[in-house]
């Protein structure tokens, strides 16, 4: 990949923008994310759809926007590696043309000044990553009252206690961000067998794993949220349950122990000993107060932050167990696809076999 002039000025970046989708069911969503992209105050120098193992919709889009190649303000991709998000943005990384890779989910919409935010913050040349604010869009048209802010990433939103205004982080979230050409250039992607694969067990923590990577191979890199990068993303109904909320909390400790046997608990729970300290209980109180003040909800949100703790260790454990039974951290670290490989709009290319992960972390 071609190195990058870290002198340009926000409204000389290219910014490509790279929505990976999977299912026809969200036809509707994922034209509209890309009427976002379109509408932006900045323009976009490319949005991307790479197709996760899906021929028909592969087929579809095309139909619909034309069979573009190269050079095109819309492109479809399959995705060239094995199905999951993860191997669908490395695809997208590995074809984009812009300096910066933003990366926005299949089922949100971005604000118009969304890359534009981005886009500025990328002045200082430190800055090699910049995450935004996600807005959830409940499918009942309100937050089930029983539902803690402090949990919003349980359905991809920007949670309670994250601190306001442009800031720096440790890691960006997947669904609303962007990096740097030279991000992966130090580390080569996200890692695959982490991430969400399709309708599986949702698990996540893929872009954490790759801003602790990319912050070891750079440690005077700066990574930032700013949260005037709006995007609003729906949550369905189903993810509106307790039960989901239960499950992706113990994905999450899945996952957070995938990462932390990769690049040690130091690093990898870093970010989550604050939040457990003094984010989680600060929203049991809150919920109690609330209860006590006859409040609706405050009792069942101070039992759900109590419940998604207990879920979320009780997937901690479990993952640490069965990283060390394997003897690994039970994902790897595949080298970028070839530019080129994969970006047909043929359905041979997106059922074309995947190609064998290699490096493990």
């Known amino acids: 990949?071609?190195?990058?002039?870290?002198?340009?000025?926000?409204?000389?970046?290219?910014?490509?923008?790279?929505?990976?989708?999977?299912?026809?069911?969200?036809?509707?969503?994922?034209?509209?994310?890309?009427?976002?992209?379109?509408?932006?105050?900045?323009?976009?120098?490319?949005?991307?759809?790479?197709?996760?193992?899906?021929?028909?919709?592969?087929?579809?889009?095309?139909?619909?926007?034309?069979?573009?190649?190269?050079?095109?303000?819309?492109?479809?991709?399959?995705?060239?590696?094995?199905?999951?998000?993860?191997?669908?943005?490395?695809?997208?990384?590995?074809?984009?043309?812009?300096?910066?890779i933003a990366f926005l989910d299949d089922d949100a919409v971005a604000e118009r000044d969304w890359l534009h935010h981005f886009a500025a913050a990328y002045a200082d040349p430190a800055v090699l990553a910049v995450g935004g604010r996600t807005v959830p869009v409940w499918a009942s048209r309100r937050r089930p009252p029983w539902f803690p802010e402090e949990f919003d990433w349980v359905v991809g939103c920007t949670y309670r206690g994250l601190p306001p205004g442009r800031v720096q982080v440790r890691n960006?979230?997947?669904?609303?961000?962007?990096?740097?050409?030279?991000?992966f250039q130090l580390t080569g992607g996200f890692a695959t067998g982490i991430g969400r694969d399709g309708d599986k067990r949702p698990l996540g923590c893929e872009e954490t794993e790759l801003c602790i990577r990319l912050t070891r191979a750079r440690p005077d890199a700066v990574l930032l949220i700013d949260d005037r990068a709006v995007i609003h993303h729906k949550v369905p109904p189903a993810r509106e349950r307790f039960a989901y909320f239960r499950t992706r909390a113990y994905a999450e400790g899945l996952s957070k122990a995938l990462v932390a046997r990769s690049v040690g608990a130091q690093a990898g729970l870093s970010t989550e000993r604050r939040y457990t300290t003094r984010v989680l209980p600060a929203g049991i109180a809150r919920g109690l107060r609330d209860a006590l003040l006859g409040r609706p909800g405050g009792a069942g949100r101070a039992g759900a932050i109590v419940a998604g703790v207990a879920a979320a260790a009780s997937g901690y454990v479990v993952g640490a167990a069965r990283a060390r039974g394997s003897g690994g951290a039970g994902f790897a670290v595949p080298p970028l696809p070839e530019a080129?490989?994969?970006?047909?709009?043929?359905?041979?290319?997106?059922?074309?076999?995947?190609?064998?992960?290699?490096?493990?972390?």
């Open 1 to 100: 990949m071609p190195s990058v002039p870290s002198q340009l000025v926000p409204s000389q970046l290219r910014m490509s923008v790279v929505i990976c989708v999977y299912t026809e069911e969200r036809w509707d969503d994922i034209l509209a994310a890309v009427d976002s992209v379109r509408d932006q105050s900045l323009p976009a120098h490319e949005t991307l759809l790479v197709v996760d193992h899906n021929p028909a919709l592969l087929r579809r889009l095309a139909a619909y926007y034309g069979d573009q190649g190269p050079g095109a303000a819309v492109r479809m991709l399959a995705n060239a590696g094995p199905r999951g998000l993860s191997a669908g943005r490395n695809t997208g990384i590995a074809v984009s043309t812009g300096e910066v």
């Open 172 to 183: 960006v979230l997947g669904g609303n961000a962007s990096f740097r050409r030279e991000a």
């Open 340 to 361: 080129g490989a994969g970006t047909g709009t043929r359905a041979e290319a997106a059922d074309a076999p995947p190609r064998p992960a290699q490096g493990r972390v």
